[in-house]
């Protein structure tokens, strides 16, 4: 069982520069999500998707965009990157979505970005 | 906005002893759930505990709820080294507009030593 996978692990960006961290989920789960771990200040949601062609804002979306055009990936792409958005970025998925969602999310073992 | 507070920030124990962690949070919640992560992976789904829940077991865990202090306790019993992890609390509450949305708070930094 693969379970979440996150690619790439680790990636090094000068500020300006675009990237896309990508997220495939072989569970079938409605509900996926992108989080941002920071040291002193836990998860942060960015966005999340409730199914295929839905997708919302969470916490903190500036600066990131995401889409859903399959059940199965969930891509993140930062736009043009800022060392602030220097992080370790984990991608969740939940098998209920819309709007009962209150299930437990399963983790990617995350990307960690370093912007210069 | 951080919905769960966990106390303490650091919790450092001898291995055989018990840990006990606590969340506090603010608004009504579906429920409440415990995550591990250990160092450098991702997070791991340990239990969830439903608002109308007190109690509940898994294995070593156990997980109280105290809906009318708006808070829980994780308890961990006879630790062992493999134990060490951070331990995060995560609400899930309605957000509006039909939908729920789960929130992380800061977690605690649990170290057993052998």
């Known amino acids: 069982n693969a379970g979440v996978t996150q690619t790439p692990k680790f990636q090094v960006l000068k500020t300006g520069q675009s990237m896309t961290l990508q997220c495939a989920q072989d569970?079938?789960?409605?509900?996926m999500s992108w989080y941002r771990q920071d040291p002193g200040m836990g998860l942060r949601l960015i966005h999340y998707?409730?199914?295929?062609?839905?997708?919302d804002q969470g916490e903190v979306p500036n600066g990131y965009n995401v889409s859903r055009s399959t059940t199965e990936d969930f891509p993140l792409r930062l736009l043009s990157a800022a060392p602030s958005q220097t992080s370790v970025y984990f991608c969740?998925?939940?098998?209920?979505?819309?709007?009962?969602?209150?299930?437990?999310?399963?983790f990617g073992e995350g990307s960690r970005l370093t912007v210069l | 906005s951080q919905q769960g507070e966990e106390d303490p920030q650091a919790l450092s124990i001898q291995e055989g002893e018990n840990a006990t962690m606590n969340c506090s949070y603010k608004?009504?919640?579906?429920?409440l759930q415990w995550y591990r992560q250990n160092s450098g992976r991702g997070l791991v789904h340990l239990i969830l505990?439903?608002?109308?829940?007190r109690e509940k077991h898994s294995g070593r865990l156990r997980v109280t709820l105290d809906t009318s202090k708006k808070s829980s306790s994780l308890l961990i019993t006879a630790s062992r080294a493999a134990d060490t992890a951070s331990y995060f609390c995560a609400t899930v509450a309605y957000s509006g507009a039909g939908s729920y949305q789960l929130t992380f708070g800061k977690g605690t930094k649990l170290s057993v030593i052998p």
């Open positions: 505990i439903r608002s109308n829940e």
């Open positions: 608004t009504s919640i579906n429920n």
């Open positions: 998707s409730v199914g295929a062609g839905i997708t």
């Open positions: 969740a998925s939940s098998y209920r979505g819309g709007a009962s969602n209150t299930g437990e999310l399963f």
């Open positions: 569970m079938n789960h409605e509900y």
